[in-house]
């Protein structure tokens, strides 16, 4: 056997291994009526702060939670505690994204009933976290208006394996001379119909829209009383 070979052999293996674990979770979440929302990207795209204003404004409504991934530092945690809801973050070490045992692991002395939205922030990375399934039932990929129009086509699978697209730091769009029409085309050259949002946590645009798009999903979830379907 070559090394090459080897080498998908034991990717294939630990990819099924993250999607039985996977296939639990949302069952968990499902059965616990948890909507469990998680967040991708490239590093500093402005996951944290997104989901710091969405926490505090979730939090009148909802009872919400966070976990929070990162290969080292628990900056993140410490800051998403701001918004006062209970929050965990894993380190992966070199890791470089979430596996769903580590998601497992992470709320294994939480009970889920005492939460109606779990979010989870992916460690920072285009490539590795579209591969793994975390159980959740909404995958929002964040991309900044820093970043250069052509990042949906350049890294297409986390477009593909997300539900939602999410423009950040639309505050910045003049400075940088985002190119908005070619963004929103890209998108939709690579994952065609996904919704799209265009926010700014600085500044509040968008946050409203967002919120709506979690009560809607919140409310279907309860209504159909199944765990959300989603397979990534
Ligand atoms: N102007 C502006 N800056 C923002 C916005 N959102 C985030 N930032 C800034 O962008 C930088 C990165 O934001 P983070 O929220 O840490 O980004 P992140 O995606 O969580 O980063 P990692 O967890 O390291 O991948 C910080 O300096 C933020 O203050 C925004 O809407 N507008
Ligand atoms: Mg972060």
């Not at 968990?28 to 204003?53: C, H, I, N, W, Y």
């Not at 989870?120 to 399934?133: Q, R, S």
């Not at 929002?140 to 997300?162: C, N, Q, R, W």
């Not at 949002?197 to 979830?221: F, M, P, T």
């Amino acid at each position: 056997m070559t090394t090459t070979t080897r080498l998908v052999e034991v990717r294939t293996r630990i990819l099924k291994q993250n999607d039985t674990v996977a296939r639990e979770l949302r069952a968990d979440f499902g059965r616990a009526g948890v909507l469990a929302v998680s967040l991708v990207s490239s590093p500093g795209s402005g996951k944290t702060m997104f989901l710091e204003q969405t926490l505090k404004l979730l939090r009148q409504r909802y009872r919400v939670a966070a976990l929070v991934g990162d290969l080292a530092t628990e900056n993140d945690a410490r800051r998403l505690s701001r918004a006062d809801v209970p929050v965990r973050q894993i380190i992966t070490g070199t890791v470089c994204h979430l596996e769903a045992e580590m998601v497992r692991r992470a709320l294994a002395d939480w009970s889920l009933g005492d939460f109606d939205l779990l979010f989870i922030e992916n460690v920072g990375n285009l490539v590795c976290p579209a591969t793994y399934d975390l159980g959740e039932g909404l995958r929002a990929v964040l991309f900044s208006v820093t970043e250069g129009e052509d990042k949906p086509l350049k890294y297409p699978t986390i477009f593909h394996t997300a539900d939602l697209a999410i423009i950040t730091k639309c505050d910045l769009a003049a400075a940088v001379e985002f190119d908005r029409e070619a963004a929103l085309a890209n998108i939709q050259a690579v994952r065609p119909g996904i919704p799209v949002l265009e926010v700014s946590a600085k500044s509040g645009q968008g946050i409203d829209a967002w919120l709506e798009v979690l009560d809607a999903r919140y409310a279907d979830d309860r209504s159909t009383g199944a765990p959300p379907s989603i397979d990534k």
